[in-house]
């Protein structure tokens, strides 16, 4: 970045306060490079978020958004840092008499080609995550399994009709030595009061090793205890296994933690109906 000078002429005023206007500006610039590396990084969690809300957990915890972030926020850096050591040299020539006879431009250039390959890969990244999306009509099963967002009601699509994942989640609960208090046949009551209803069958059962310690901690669970499994088929012969979701039930009654595993149980068993 040096330049030829010469000597000679008195250093104005003017000369000291465009030095300083140019070294603002670059801090601008710094500044501006790390505020939207920030916001790349954390666009990569907001991209995790949806994609637990539509598809279940991500593998992917920030994917390559973290590392366009990072090196925006070290270009960032690294700008002001010269652009500091740059002015505090332009600034002892001008004391010294010294005048330029043109600026070098290496840092504007090198900021610019870096911006464009930043914003190039970025752009490369955002059209491949559209192009891997799975299609519109192939998400509705996954978004309705992640309805549990706001409703705590999780929407599972089953392989099989509904006696027949009726019949592997009361295998399943067999082997496993949990208690079936009571099979709910909706749709059977129905018939028999002359309605007519789509097969709905519900399944209550549980465990008192595992439900007490958690009635004993959170006495308000005890409404959503015991465990339910809702086996539905709806307007278009799809069969849906449904079930509170273990989260929201530990928040809805702050359950300990700990305890978390004594009715997330209801997961698996809900995928061995299902799968």
């Known amino acids: 970045m040096d330049a030829p000078a010469e000597t000679g002429r008195s250093t104005g005023l003017g000369d000291y306060l465009a030095a300083e206007r140019t070294l603002l500006a670059w801090i601008r610039t710094g500044l501006a490079l790390m505020g939207f590396g920030f916001v790349v990084a954390r666009f990569g969690l907001f991209l995790q978020q949806i994609q637990a809300v539509r598809h279940g957990p991500s593998e992917q915890a920030y994917g390559p958004s973290l590392w366009f972030g990072t090196a925006l926020i070290g270009a960032g850096v690294a700008v002001n840092l010269f652009s500091g050591w740059h002015h505090v040299r332009l600034v002892a020539r001008m004391n010294r008499g010294q005048v330029t ?42 978004e309705s399994m992640a309805a549990s967002v706001n409703s705590g009601l999780i929407n599972r699509p089953s392989k099989h009709s509904v006696n027949e994942s009726l019949e592997r989640l009361q295998r399943t609960l067999q082997a496993k030595g949990v208690n079936v208090f009571a099979l709910v046949d909706h749709s059977g009551e129905a018939e028999k009061a002359g309605l007519k209803m789509r097969p709905t069958k519900l399944v209550i059962f549980g465990n008192p ?25 709806d307007s278009e012969g799809k069969v849906w296994v449904s079930y509170n979701s273990p989260a929201y039930l530990q928040e809805r009654h702050a359950l300990p933690r700990e305890l978390l595993p004594n009715i997330a149980v209801v997961e698996a068993l809900a995928a061995a109906a299902t799968d």
Request: no cysteine.
């Open 209 to 233: 090793k595992a439900g007490t310690p958690l009635m004993v901690a959170a006495p308000s669970i005890a409404i959503d205890l015991p465990l339910k499994i809702l086996i539905w088929e």
């Open 101 to 142: 006879h043109y600026h070098s431009t290496a840092l504007a250039v090198a900021a610019s080609v870096f911006l464009a390959l930043v914003g190039l890969g970025m752009a490369v990244y955002l059209i491949s995550v559209r192009d891997s999306a799975p299609p519109r009509s192939a998400n509705i099963e996954e």
